[in-house]
């Protein structure tokens, strides 16, 4: 045993009798089996909540995946043709995979960027391990960002993500979710921001797995600066999935996405350091000399007063966030082993604002609005993460594991600003000696804003999830138990006193009253229970015809409602037993390759997907709990495809997809930035209907590019709703409040031809105008546009060590695995891009949608490093 973890097992002496306990647990266990294998019977049975099943002995194949220079190559899908059986490489390129025996194999190693391999192993012996090195060509070896591999082809909406790279990326907010925008039906129009919008959908109806476990998000922040870094630490992560709707019954209820993480498992140590401006990321990773034991430690420090500095509103901005995370990992053999996950983070954001000048408005009708502050806000949050998993493999086949999680979260909001305003108009005539200065005052005002607002939750989760193929399927299932704790108190009001738009109003013993005031303490305590059991099965291999059904459900003690979701996926490879005849006859000299057809692949989905409430949706702007609010409710219909394809003599992928959302017993909402407040009534219904189209390839030789665009119409009809005299308003279709019905984005690589070193990143985002309206809690006035999102950022890299270098001749290159520094421009258009609105009304009662801007031109210096 390794020397750290004799250390270990002496600190904590207790360990070391728990491991002989769960040793003694697992021989029982597997003595079991044999004697069930010897009866060649197939027997269900739980321990813990574990299902277990039997079959054959396998061999296994094992080895090393590299490139032509001889570099590592990992995250190379391994698939066994006929069989479902495959795996991923590792970090050191690494791999071992589990086989049938007694037949002979058709194994094939693919890679984005690199002409897929094939090989054929020899039938096996029962238990015999077979090694197989494997050298992938590539086209030129850049520090690339890759984005897709094969193994996702046969499920809708899906994207399987290549984290290694992502580092490169030109980012304000820090966060890996940046990526996402990139992906068509992918929208997020606040940079400072880790949110997004799926498909029509908003914040709140994505669901965030990190090796199961699933993420939640603060309460409290109001915009995208008060965020912080979101929960994913990307030097942390291995692998990525992501699907923007039809997804499977194994995951969560929620109405939109899903985004599936997985963190890395270590076989060597590693390390690596990403400083900038904004911030500075760290982490390292390491194994035991046997890889009994492996360990992965991050941690980040991020800072956006940097580019706070272009918004409108100066003042001294004082964010600051931290987090620190781990993932240990101890193997008590080969098929058993206890991972715990954790994470704790601190955000604390603290502004003092001085002033405010804003000019909005047309080039006939310009004006200019300025404020004047005091005060102070501070919105601070501290969260933390704890899970543990326990995983068994009784056989190649099987995979058993259970799981406990907690999560907790402590925020407070405390704030008290003050601002004096003025509203004037601005000289348009360029002839006059004033022109673009204020010449005339519309109106003045004053307001007050306050809040002391604190919540706490408490997420304590266990649950087993299971896993087991056989012949053509693959079926898994899981359930678990959730219990939630919740205490939120809020004390916030507003006054506002501008001519003739609020007038002070006396009440009583000359108090003014308030525009509006809230105080109330609330709290839930509820329980819920969830399960799953989906197959994926093989109908026809000839045309790789795949299925997957499945069945979830779900209770929530507050509400007493329980919900089922059945799901369906379905896709097959229409030209592949043509294209497998005619390869076979190019491959004879008897025809060409301009006689095959192309490489489609077709896909459908269908499914019930429904989002119960967790708390943010019971809330109303009176402060009140609706504890009878009932599941928001989704059917899916995805229809699409996918052609891979060659141009200029490189690889490209096309993708298109075609849905449909019908939508019933929505809850309405209104968003401010990123602030989300429900009106917590199941009164509305509606739609989203939308293409998706993305082709990705090599358009520079060597490195991935990729472009986007998607075309969006969502709308609901919300009932009980009244005007301003109080009378009911006809129910009729409107715009949600995610309604961007164009998007476009584009992610491009590039380098110099004559040195390679010097390298390109380029990031563009369209996005058309969200609607909006006054903040009066009545969504049939939320019928005008945001200007559209435009923004471009770009990132210039000089690399000073190449990943893979043979000469390393000197200090730096003998202790750093590679290293670049870049130039990065956020913004370098200038555009001013609207997030929300402030509402100013003048002395002849005209109201003012006056813009809040997001951030402006900054230049970046970063340094990547990895040891």
Same mark, same amino acid.
């Given at each position: ?198 498909? %029509? ?74 400083? %900038? ?68 983070? @601190? ?20 004006? +200019? ?88 939750? @408490? ?36 006054? !506002? ?35 799953? $059991? ?25 509400? +007493? ?60 702007? +009176? ?8 599941? +928001? ?125 010097? @390298?390109?990143?380029?990031?563009? $985002? ?9 903040? !009066? ?80 031109? @900054? ?9």
């Amino acid at each position: 045993m390794d020397s750290s973890i004799r250390v270990i097992l002496r600190l904590f002496p207790c360990l070391e009798t728990l491991i002989v306990a769960v040793n003694r647990i697992r021989n029982r266990i597997d003595f079991r089996f044999e004697k069930l294998m010897k009866k060649n019977l197939l027997l269900l049975y739980f321990w813990f909540g574990f299902s277990v099943a039997l079959f054959a002995q396998d061999a296994s194949l094992y080895g090393i995946v590299s490139d032509s220079s001889g570099k590592p190559v990992a995250d190379v899908n391994i698939q066994v043709l006929g069989v479902k059986q495959n795996t991923l490489s590792e970090l050191d390129g690494s791999y071992k995979l589990q086989v049938p025996s007694g037949r002979v194999l058709d194994v094939v190693f693919s890679f984005v960027g690199s002409k897929p391999k094939r090989l054929q192993v020899p039938a096996l012996l029962p238990g015999q391990e077979y090694k197989l090195h494997v050298t992938l060509n590539f086209g030129v070896e850049l520090d690339q960002f890759v984005f897709m591999d094969e193994s996702g082809r046969g499920r809708a909406s899906s994207y399987i993500i290549d984290p290694r790279r992502s580092s490169s990326l030109p980012n304000v907010s820090g966060s890996f979710e940046k990526i996402l925008t990139t992906l068509p039906g992918v929208t997020s129009n606040n940079e400072l921001s880790a949110q997004y919008n799926v498909r %029509g959908g908003n914040f709140d109806e994505n669901l965030v797995y990190v090796n199961d476990i699933e993420i939640y998000r603060p309460f409290l922040p109001r915009s995208g600066q008060q965020e912080g870094l979101s929960f994913i630490h990307s030097e942390l992560v291995q692998n990525v999935k992501f699907s923007a709707g039809g997804f499977e019954a194994r995951y969560g209820d929620k109405l939109s996405s899903v985004l599936d993480i997985k963190y890395k498992d270590p076989k060597k140590f590693a390390a690596s350091l990403n400083t %900038g401006l904004l911030g500075v990321m760290a982490h390292v990773e390491g194994a035991s000399s046997d890889y009994r034991f492996t360990w992965l430690l991050g941690a980040r420090y991020w800072s956006n007063a940097y580019v706070l500095g272009t918004l409108d509103v100066k003042g001294d901005y004082k964010p600051s966030f931290y987090d620190v995370q781990t993932l240990l990992t101890y193997h008590f053999t080969d098929n058993l082993s206890l991972s715990y996950l954790g994470s704790f983070a @601190r955000n604390n954001y603290f502004f003092i604002p001085q002033n405010r000048e804003t000019v909005f408005g047309t080039v006939n009708a310009a004006y +200019q609005l300025q404020i004047f502050f005091d005060g102070a806000d501070l919105m601070s949050y501290q969260t933390s993460t704890h899970a543990a998993s326990l995983v068994y493999k009784p056989t190649s086949r099987t995979q058993l594991k259970l799981i406990a999680s907690s999560f907790s979260s402590d925020e407070s909001e405390v704030f008290t600003v003050e601002g004096a305003y003025r509203l004037s108009d601005i000289e348009t005539d360029l002839g006059s000696d004033d022109f673009a200065r204020a010449r005339s005052l519309r109106g003045v005002g004053y307001f007050i804003n306050n809040a002391r607002n604190y919540i706490s939750a @408490r997420v304590n989760n266990v649950g087993h999830r299971g896993y087991h193929s056989f012949g053509s399927n693959q079926l898994q299932w899981g359930a678990f138990f959730q219990t939630e704790q919740i205490k939120d108190r809020l004390h916030e009001w507003f006054y !506002d006193d501008s001519a003739g738009f609020s007038r002070p109003v006396l009440v009583q013993d000359s108090l003014f009253e308030l525009n509006s005031f809230l105080s109330t303490r609330l709290g839930i305590s509820s329980y819920r229970i969830n399960g799953y $059991v989906q197959n994926s099965q093989t109908l026809n291999k000839a045309y790789n015809m795949q299925l997957t059904y499945g069945l979830r459900a779900n209770y929530w003690s507050l509400n +007493q409602e329980a919900v089922v979701s059945p799901r369906v996926q379905f896709s097959f490879e229409p030209n592949k037993v043509y294209n497998k005849r005619i390869s076979d006859k190019i491959s004879k000299g008897e025809e060409t390759a301009s006689a095959l057809r192309k490489n489609w692949v077709v896909r459908a989905a269908w499914g019930y997907y429904y989002q119960p409430p967790f708390y943010r949706e019971l809330r109303n702007y +009176q402060g009140e709990l609706n504890t009878k609010l009932r599941a +928001q409710k989704a059917i899916h219909y995805v229809l699409g495809g996918d052609m891979n394809f060659t141009a200029w003599n490189r690889p490209f992928k096309f993708v298109a997809e075609a849905y449909y959302k019908q939508l019933s017993n929505l809850v309405p909402y209104e968003i401010d930035n990123v602030r989300i407040r429900y009106l917590a009534n199941n009164n509305s219904s509606g739609y989203a209907a939308g293409l998706d189209f993305r082709i990705n390839g090599e358009f520079v030789k060597g490195v991935e590019s990729w472009a986007s665009l998607g075309l969006l119409k969502t709308q609901e009809k919300i009932t009980g709703q009244k005007d301003i005299a109080g009378n009911d308003v006809k129910a009729e279709y409107i715009p949600r409040l995610t309604d961007q019905r164009v998007t476009f984005a584009i992610f491009f690589q590039d380098y110099l031809r004559r040195n390679k070193n010097y @390298r390109m990143n380029l990031n563009l $985002v369209y996005g058309t105008g969200f609607p909006f309206g006054v903040p !009066d809690q009545n969504r049939n006035n939320d019928l005008s546009r945001m200007p559209s999102y435009r923004r471009v950022d770009i990132g210039f890299n000089k690399v000073l060590i190449p990943e893979g270098l043979k000469k390393r001749d000197n200090f730096w290159k003998r202790n750093i695995e590679s290293a670049w520094i870049g130039l990065e421009v956020f913004n370098i258009l200038g555009v001013n891009n609207t997030i929300s609105y402030i509402w100013i009304q003048d002395v002849e009662a005209n109201r003012y949608a006056v813009p809040n801007y997001l951030t402006n031109r @900054r230049l970046n210096l970063r340094l990547m490093m990895r040891f």
